[in-house]
């Protein structure tokens, strides 16, 4: 709530920073971790200067109860950022490129490969053992698109905190909307 961003954000949408730490809090209902993801949320919105997801990340009215939910909503969020963008892939066989989703194609993997990976991995390691086609720099595009998600120490990544995986792998996930 210190950064000139978010106090920007929080003054347009009418609210105080007291107003806003509080609702915040109220929102969590008394749970730290979920505090923790709306705070990384709110500060990549505010390093990325991403105006359209911090407005998002501080509408409380919009945002959904519980961690498992909030975990949901961030990723759809991102989702939706990625789009309908396509990565070329080539063929190694052929050498034919095709155009392919980017988001089933490099940002599902990563998210799976992060889901049971035992410790931190490299963006190379990412993309060999996530069976990635696309370049290099769209792994790390991707990789810095699901940063709030993530920490990174030594060119290594891994989730945040061990809530995401489970999140990530257990079969009911698939139905939350």
């Known amino acids: 709530a210190e950064s000139p961003e978010v106090q920007a954000a929080v003054a347009a949408a009418g609210q105080t920073r007291e107003s806003f730490e ?4 109220d929102k969590a209902d008394g ?6 993801a709306l705070g990384r949320a709110i500060d990549r919105a505010a390093i990325e200067k991403d ?7 501080i509408e409380f009215s919009r945002l959904p109860g519980g961690l498992r939910s909030l975990y949901g909503y961030f990723l759809q969020q991102i ?9 070329r892939i080539e063929d190694p066989k052929t050498g034919d490129s095709h155009l392919v989703s980017a988001w089933s194609e490099v940002y599902l993997p990563i998210l799976g490969v992060l889901t049971v990976a035992a ?3 490299a963006a190379t390691q990412i993309r060999d ?3 990635i086609a696309a370049e290099e720099t769209e792994v790390f595009a991707a990789l810095n698109r699901l940063r709030q998600f993530l920490d990174e120490a030594g060119g290594c990544y891994r989730f945040y905190h061990g ?3 489970e999140f990530l ?3 009911a996930t698939g139905n939350d909307r």
């Open 163 to 165: 809530t995401l995986p």
């Open 22 to 25: 509080s609702a915040a809090v």
């Open 31 to 36: 749970n730290l971790g979920y505090l923790d």
């Open 51 to 57: 105006g359209n997801a911090l407005r998002q990340a």
């Open 79 to 87: 989702q939706a950022r990625v789009g309908d963008r396509c990565v």
């Open 129 to 131: 053992l996530a069976g």
């Open 169 to 171: 792998s257990d079969p």
């Open 119 to 121: 410790e931190p991995l």
